[in-house]
């Protein structure tokens, strides 16, 4: 993994990467809500952009979506959610991996760049939670729901720690 990392550690592909980044958080996810074909709901009740959620809430999320917003919810997590967790995963680390060798700091710091491959596989996990709860709703499977929230908390720490990474070693002198 370290070898194919370090193989596309440059500022191009760290340039594409962040413009999917953003075409994806800019353009796709606002306009996430209008799938839901004719369910007016806030993008903020989504269970993905949650730290953490109950059962109740989960389940009370998916009654207001009806079946069309959740198969919408179901589409968007496996077309959608799952590609751009990939494509963040790899772009964080190899960004990461970037500013550890322009700084010097590489050869000690270099299990960091796992941080974001740990977030991304937190993300695929909890998307594997949605979508079975999702495929097998009405029944509900509350064991299933902890486990997605409790991963999905996992992500959003990953998150911060990525992001706090990131600005130390931009805000950090080159190692003399």
Known sequence: MRLILEKYATKKVIYYGFSIILFVNFI???FFPKLFSGTEIPIDKI???????TTDFAYQLFD???KSGQKAYLYFGVF???????VYGFTYAILILF?????????RFSYLIFIPIFAAFFDLLENVGIISLLV???TKYPLICTITSF?????WISAIVILVIIIALLFRKKRI
């Open 151 to 155: 991963v999905n908390q996992l992500k």
């Open 99 to 107: 500013l550890l060798k322009k700084k010097q700091l590489y050869q």
């Open 28 to 30: 796709v996810f606002p």
């Open 64 to 66: 207001i979506l009806g």
């Open 80 to 86: 959608v959610d799952i590609p751009y967790m990939i």
């Open 47 to 53: 269970l993905d952009l949650q730290f953490g959620f």
């Open 136 to 138: 097998n709703y009405p």
